[in-house]
């Protein structure tokens, strides 16, 4: 059983940055996408970023020029490097790792943005 524990979330002013980090704790095997979710207040559950193990990514439009989405598979880990942070930042942001046969979660990590 594969656990994912992410890490880095906070309060940041608007314009800063922060950078978070979600490990997996057991091998991913084969081909998947790890990537990152947020959930705002009242608000449904959306696509941040993913990249694939062979480094292929995406983006919402909303973080495009913002927000870069990287990964060390030795380590099984992946990360969001998060800046010029906005208000409309602010969510519950999730790591996901997904694969052929199963889709884990973390238990999501809380970011803030002061205006």
């Known amino acids: ?3 994912l524990v992410e890490s880095g979330g906070g309060l940041v002013e608007a314009g800063g940055s922060l950078r978070l980090s979600c490990a997996a704790s057991g091998s991913i095997a084969g081909p998947n996408r790890m990537g990152w979710y947020r959930q705002a207040p009242g608000k449904q559950r ?3 970023a993913t990249i694939t193990n062979g480094g292929t990514t995406t983006y919402a439009d909303s973080v495009k020029g913002r927000f ?3 990964r060390d598979n030795a380590k099984n880990t992946v990360y969001l490097e998060m800046n010029s942070l906005k208000p ?3 969510a519950v942001y999730y790591c996901n790792a997904r694969t052929i046969f199963n ?3 973390g238990q999501g990590t809380q970011v803030t943005v002061s205006s």
Do not use: C, H
């Open 1 to 3: 059983q594969v656990q």
């Open 46 to 48: 959306d696509l941040v």
């Open 68 to 70: 870069t989405i990287s």
């Open 88 to 90: 409309e930042d602010i």
């Open 103 to 105: 889709d884990y979660w």
